[in-house]
């Protein structure tokens, strides 16, 4: 549901599917983590490292990926040995 106002003005549409905070530099986060075929943790490290300076809590944003990434480093551990490479 999208809803123009005038020109310029950010719009529902705009806020749900591209919101300031995803569009920093030449590539979204999004696009990234697929090309860099990324699980959903590793993803969400990706995307909270890259998103900290522009959501407005940068030390929260900071915390969360040492949160997935210990989740994921886990994960990993309990891994057949050849699974782990």
Same mark, same amino acid.
Request: glycine fraction near 4%.
């Given at each position: 549901?999208?809803?123009?106002?005038?020109?310029?003005?950010?719009?529902?549409?705009?806020? !749900?599917?591209?919101? =300031?905070?995803?569009?920093?530099?030449? /590539?979204?986060?999004?696009?990234? !983590?697929?090309?860099?075929?990324?699980? /959903?943790?590793?993803?969400?490290?990706?995307?909270?490292?890259? $998103?900290?300076?522009?959501?407005? /809590? =940068?030390? @929260?944003?900071?915390?969360?990926?040492?949160?997935? @990434?210990? $989740?994921?480093?886990? $994960? $990993?551990?309990? @891994? =057949?040995?050849?699974?782990? @490479?």
């Amino acid at each position: 549901m999208s809803h123009i106002v005038c020109k310029g003005a950010i719009t529902m549409a705009d806020i !749900i599917n591209n919101p =300031p905070h995803y569009t920093q530099g030449k /590539f979204e986060v999004i696009e990234v !983590i697929e090309d860099w075929k990324l699980n /959903f943790h590793l993803g969400n490290v990706i995307k909270y490292i890259a $998103r900290a300076d522009y959501k407005g /809590f =940068p030390i @929260l944003d900071l915390e969360k990926p040492m949160w997935y @990434l210990q $989740r994921e480093i886990i $994960r $990993r551990s309990m @891994l =057949p040995a050849k699974d782990k @490479l």
